[in-house]
């Protein structure tokens, strides 16, 4: 489904690099979260943001941090990577009925 | 954490036969969803059902919802090859400041010809 998009599509870091991905929503969708899914395993809860205040986070250490801007793209933001942070890292905002997820940023880290 | 488990963890049929997927989760919810993913990537969202309803149908899915048992169903009837994917069920809180999702473990189906 169309509406929420990524950047990059895949991405190869250094284990202690930093990495910022990227997350674009659909206009009108105040509420964006962040998921981290390992590989075999379902999606969890990073954190989110609405209005571009973060209003809720997940068990992430501090090193994953956040911004929400108001045309409605956001970042995810991970310092000092670990080998367990390669995962596949997907956004989705809010709509009436569920959630719009973008296809993700296939993180991998060395 | 995960919210809880899906079974069974894999599931194979033949084109036109049903598919059914189960659910189960641990806290109180304000509804339930199913999401579909393709090889790895984007998660589509099938359909929702909140905690006062008991089963909802969307073209050839049927889900239910069983609130006292803390579980849920996905049935695909008719299958197809391009229903082969993973499903995953998400639930949401109640209505507070955050609302997240909390995924179970995923039921990874293929449809053969």
């Known amino acids: 489904e169309t509406g929420v998009t990524q950047s990059p599509t895949h991405l190869i870091k250094t284990r202690g690099q930093q990495v910022t991905l990227r997350c674009s929503s659909q206009?009108?969708?105040?509420?964006v979260s962040w998921y981290q899914q390992a590989l075999g395993q379902g999606p969890q809860f990073i954190f989110q943001?609405?209005?571009?205040?973060?209003?809720g986070r997940g068990n992430f250490p501090p090193r994953f941090s956040g911004l929400q801007f108001p045309n409605y793209s956001s970042e995810l933001n991970v310092n000092a990577l670990e080998l367990d942070d390669s995962a596949l890292y997907l956004c989705?905002?809010?709509?009436?009925?569920?959630?719009?997820f973008g296809s993700g940023t296939r993180l991998t880290v060395v | 954490s995960q919210q809880g488990e899906e079974d069974p963890q894999a599931l194979s049929i033949q084109e036109g036969e049903n598919a059914t997927m189960n659910c189960s989760y641990k806290?109180?919810?304000?509804?339930l969803q199913w999401y579909r993913q393709n090889s790895g990537r984007g998660l589509v969202h099938l359909i929702l059902?909140?905690?006062?309803?008991r089963e909802k149908h969307s073209g050839r899915l049927r889900v239910t919802l069983d609130t006292s048992k803390k579980s849920s169903s996905l049935l695909i009837t008719a299958s197809r090859a391009a229903d082969t994917a993973s499903y995953f069920c998400a639930t949401e809180p109640h209505t507070g400041t955050a609302s997240k999702l909390t995924f179970g473990t995923g039921t990874r189906l293929q449809v053969t010809l």
């Open positions: 059902i909140r905690s006062n309803e």
């Open positions: 989705a905002s809010k709509r009436t009925y569920g959630y719009t």
């Open positions: 206009s009108g969708h105040n509420t």
């Open positions: 943001y609405y209005r571009e205040e973060e209003n």
């Open positions: 806290t109180s919810i304000n509804n």
